[in-house]
């Protein structure tokens, strides 16, 4: 799954998109890291280990690491289900995603960086970072200020007989952010941060224990919107494309998810 994720981010630009003025290829600024997780056992232990061995060699920079949760594993050892903060909260405050972002800066620490937030059940990638390079420079060119936050939100395959319900659900959405833009759920499976000028993370935390272990993405935002020019944009530019998980469904009213826009608990802020 890593070689096809490393092979299909590509995809996230349009060919013209690909190369810079001065030759530069977009991959050069783009660095990937793996959070390879699951409920402790000394069986998957031994499975993470080996899968932190991975090596392939393609143009993106990257790295793996391998963590476990519940009784006996690296993080929130009293979990019993998935604990969606905590894994998130691991994984952008590991050495291994510094230094990638390190690396990145160079020579420029006020260099735009942006955590893009993707989940594995990814298909299609459909061009969303061509997307967001143009939503950045159409508010750059606003008002100097970049965006806090965005997100194209994602739909389900059109093969899958749930894709019109998920479009549906990401067309509410659009219209409400154009009322107020954390009127919506800014989903895990594709929304962006930016990372302070000088920082090699993101400082705000996922976790809030009030939430119990999910809204992952809303915990967060509603942290980083105190922070100064705030801007928050939720787009109708071309989505992510993810694989439908088993716990989605429909209802006679639509799209019934953890974040759907049918559930009033699912403002960003």
Known sequence: RCRYLLDAIIEGFREQDRTFTNDRKVLQDVAVIFGMNGKHTPELVQILQELA??????????AIITYTWGSGGTIAQHATDPPFQDIREHLKNNPATRNLVEALRGND?????????????????????SEYLQIVKEEWEKDKIPPTVMSTGYEFHPGNEHHIASWLDRMVRTALAEVYPLFVYYPEPNFCVLVHDTLNTIEESFIDRRRGNIMESPVLISRVKTRPNFKAVFSDRKPIIIDAPKRFGLSVKGLVTGQSTLSGMTLAQ
């Open 109 to 129: 620490p006020r260099s735009l960086i942006y955590f893009s937030f993707v989940d594995s059940d990814t298909i299609e990638f459909n061009f969303i970072y």
């Open 53 to 62: 061995t991975f090596r392939y060699s393609c143009k993106v920079n990257f």
